[in-house]
């Protein structure tokens, strides 16, 4: 099973700041690699798949990097409906493994 | 407009087995590379796979959770089923259901909390 590993646990920002979440997996997971938002209370929303791709609606500040073992997801300039839990999730071997979280929160 | 909801008990006793349903629209599990699959969340904690159903059949499941697990389809119903065999308080949590279209799950039920209580 593919461990995926997230840091920091907690990132305390501002508003208009900028974050940046990082993911490392035990083994090379390639280029699958899949970042969620989660906000309490409500389902994961997919941000960025494949390292790099913005999923449907999701605004340009958020961006995703990386290939093989370590990932990152970029949000440019925090905006308040931006803090939230960030869980990212590979697809290379099954099982789909989720990482244990990066939680944003305002400083 | 894809949606997905689950439906299913909100309570169940310890060693029943629960059934969970989940009904989509917005596409066909019959279409190539889609795949609906089950993620739980216990209260304060990550997420966790459970099982996978792809447009062939194709089933994927948790190696730790395998021997409790069985997912099927319905494709005519567009409803996928889990059910999950010798309930445990452990098992007390959100039980999602998703939507793949061949890259990430792109799309998500609103989920259920599951209790697991005497």
């Known amino acids: 099973e593919i461990v995926l590993t997230q840091s920091p646990a907690t990132l305390s920002l501002s508003p208009g700041e900028r974050a940046t979440l990082s993911c490392r997996a035990s083994?090379?997971?390639?280029?699958?690699l899949a970042w969620y938002q989660q906000k309490p209370g409500q389902a994961p929303r997919l941000l960025i798949y494949?390292?790099?791709n913005r999923a449907t609606g999701i605004p340009a500040r958020f961006s995703g990097s990386g290939s093989g073992t370590d990932f990152t997801l970029t949000i440019s300039s925090l905006e308040p409906e931006d803090f939230a839990v960030y869980y990212c999730?590979?697809?290379?071997?099954?099982?789909?493994?989720f990482g244990p979280g990066t939680k944003v929160d305002i400083k | 407009q894809i949606t997905l909801k689950e439906s299913g008990p909100t309570l169940v006793k310890p060693t029943q087995t629960l059934t969970l349903t989940c009904t989509f629209s917005?596409?066909?599990?019959?279409?190539?590379?889609?795949?609906v699959g089950w993620i739980r969340q216990p209260p304060g904690k990550a997420l966790e796979w459970l099982a996978l159903?792809?447009?062939?059949?194709?089933?994927r499941y948790s190696p730790s959770l395998k021997s409790r697990l069985t997912i099927t389809k319905d494709t005519s119903k567009n409803q996928v089923v889990l059910t999950m065999t010798n309930m445990d308080p452990v098992d007390t949590g959100t039980y999602y259901c998703?939507?793949?279209?061949?890259?990430?799950?792109?799309?998500w039920g609103q989920g259920t909390l599951v209790t697991v209580s005497s």
């Open positions: 999730q590979q697809r290379t071997n099954w099982p789909f493994t």
């Open positions: 917005g596409f066909s599990l019959s279409t190539t590379a889609v795949g």
């Open positions: 083994q090379s997971v390639s280029i699958y």
């Open positions: 998703a939507q793949s279209s061949g890259t990430a799950m792109g799309n």
């Open positions: 159903i792809y447009w062939d059949d194709d089933k």
């Open positions: 494949d390292a790099s």
